[in-house]
């Protein structure tokens, strides 16, 4: 399962490129770092790439149909924010959030995956640990695509594409502080609504506060260069970190760990 959902990551990760470039190519050859994009330089022709989409499209209903069925009706509607993403950028300026709504979908995917209908009465506590985990991911992301953000902001002024750093650029910081936190708070109310342990809370929640707090401290907002290395890696710093802590808190509940630590603490009570 876990093979099956990496690459439909991949593949739908790839199909929400082509729309976008599809959508941008009379926006990108105007972004120095967009450019040279196949379809903004014309290597592709956006019938080609419309084809192209298809295919990947395609390729990620096949592994979605993999999974059970409820997992259809929980899938389809992410193509709407998928395909929605790139004309944010020209109406609003917090296209950011959409993109958020739409790579933290996962976060959800997971529950009917393993067969738990968030929908189901008897299933709040899951339904909770799924939004809470999902609005977690969508601050996070909101995070990151801001410090992308900053390698484009002179371009994106002059073509007039819209984002919260064109908006608010001298108190990026500040925002990202506040993003951080969101993250926090909403990643340790989900580990609280699934009943973790402080595997989790010490792994994914700790891990997760030293590595935004690095990030945010040390990265050049008026740098590009660095800006590109922070949101090429430090996504895997503080995702890794998370991941981490999620298999530890897994194998501690299947291994006992927890029941056994319950039981020294009645024996000396």
């Not at 399962?1 to 009379?26: E, H, K, P, Q, Y």
């Not at 799924?130 to 801001?146: E, K, M, P, Q, V």
């Not at 008026?222 to 970190?241: A, E, I, K, L, N």
Request: aromatic letters at 10%; hydrophobic letters at 50%; one cysteine or more.
């Amino acid at each position: 399962m876990t093979g099956l959902f990496a690459t439909g990551a991949l593949v739908m990760r790839g199909a929400g490129c082509s729309i976008n470039d599809l959508w941008d190519r009379n926006l990108d050859p105007h972004v120095a770092r967009t450019r040279f994009r196949p379809i903004a330089r014309r290597a592709i022709t956006p019938e080609r790439a419309i084809i192209f989409t298809g295919v990947q499209l395609l390729t990620g209903l096949a592994v979605l149909l993999q999974f059970p069925t409820q997992c259809l009706y929980y899938g389809v509607p992410s193509l709407a924010l998928v395909a929605t993403y790139p004309l944010a950028k020209r109406v609003t300026h917090y296209p950011h959030a959409v993109l958020g709504l739409a790579f933290s979908w996962g976060a959800l995917m997971g529950f009917p995956a393993l067969g738990i209908d968030l929908l189901s009465a008897e299933n709040s506590a899951a339904l909770t640990a799924a939004g809470l985990l999902y609005a977690s991911n969508i601050a996070w992301t909101i995070l990151y695509d801001i410090i992308y953000a900053h390698m484009d902001v002179r371009d994106d002024l002059r073509a007039g594409i819209k984002s919260m750093v064109v908006a608010h650029e001298k108190h990026t910081k500040s925002i990202l502080i506040g993003l951080a936190v969101a993250q926090l708070a909403l990643l340790s109310g989900a580990g609280v609504a699934a009943s973790c342990g402080p595997v989790f809370f010490v792994g994914s929640v700790g891990s997760a506060v030293v590595s935004l707090a690095w990030m945010i401290q040390r990265v050049k907002l008026d740098d590009v260069s660095d800006c590109w290395w922070w949101f090429r890696y430090g996504c895997w710093f503080t995702g890794g970190g998370i991941t981490a802590g999620l298999v530890g808190e897994y194998f501690a509940r299947i291994s006992g760990v927890y029941e056994k630590e319950l039981a020294k603490t009645n024996e000396t009570d």
